[in-house]
C-alpha cells in the first residue's frame, strides 16, 4: 500500500519545469495517485495560452484511464517550491464525475479530505431530486 507521504514525494519527484515553446511550459505542477487497485499514476500540468492547458491531476487521471482503471483512491498536487496544492474546480469536478460516491481522498497542506466534503452538492444529484 502507497502511504501518503510516499505520494507526495513521488509527485514532488516528477516536477522538472520546462519551456516548450513561447506559448507552453510544463512540469511546474505534478500529481500523484492511488487508485483503488494501488497503482499509481503520474501527471504534469501543461501551461499553455489561450486556456490550451490542463492541470497536473488531468494528466494523472488520463493516465489512469488509459490503462483501464477509474476510481481514484487518493490524490495529491505539489508544485516546484514543494507546497501541496488542492485541486481546482475542474478537477474536483472531474473526479466526481467519474466517481459520483465522494471517497476520493484529497491530500491536503494540512489535513486530508474526501472530495464529497469539498464538492457537498453534486449538480447531478441535486438536478434530479425533487423539490418537495
Known amino acids: ?3 501518503d507521504e510516499a505520494l507526495i514525494a513521488k509527485a514532488a519527484n516528477t516536477i522538472k ?3 516548450i515553446s513561447p506559448q507552453v511550459d510544463v512540469g511546474s505542477v505534478a500529481c500523484a495517485l492511488v487508485t483503488e487497485s494501488g497503482d499509481v499514476f503520474i501527471g504534469i500540468n501543461i501551461d ?3 486556456s490550451l492547458g490542463f492541470c497536473a491531476e ?3 487521471i488520463g493516465a489512469m484511464l488509459t490503462h483501464g482503471q477509474n476510481k481514484v483512491r487518493t490524490i495529491v498536487a505539489v508544485n516546484s517550491r514543494g507546497q501541496i496544492l488542492p485541486p481546482c474546480g475542474r478537477c474536483r469536478e472531474l473526479m466526481y464525475q467519474l466517481d459520483d460516491s465522494g471517497a476520493t481522498r484529497i491530500i491536503l497542506k494540512d489535513r486530508v479530505a ?3 466534503d469539498l464538492l457537498p452538492d ?3 444529484r441535486s438536478k434530479y431530486q425533487s423539490s418537495g
Open 122 to 124: 453534486f449538480w447531478v
Open 1 to 3: 500500500m502507497v502511504t
Open 17 to 19: 519545469f520546462r519551456q
Open 58 to 60: 488531468h494528466n494523472a
Open 48 to 50: 499553455a495560452k489561450c
Open 114 to 116: 474526501l472530495l464529497g
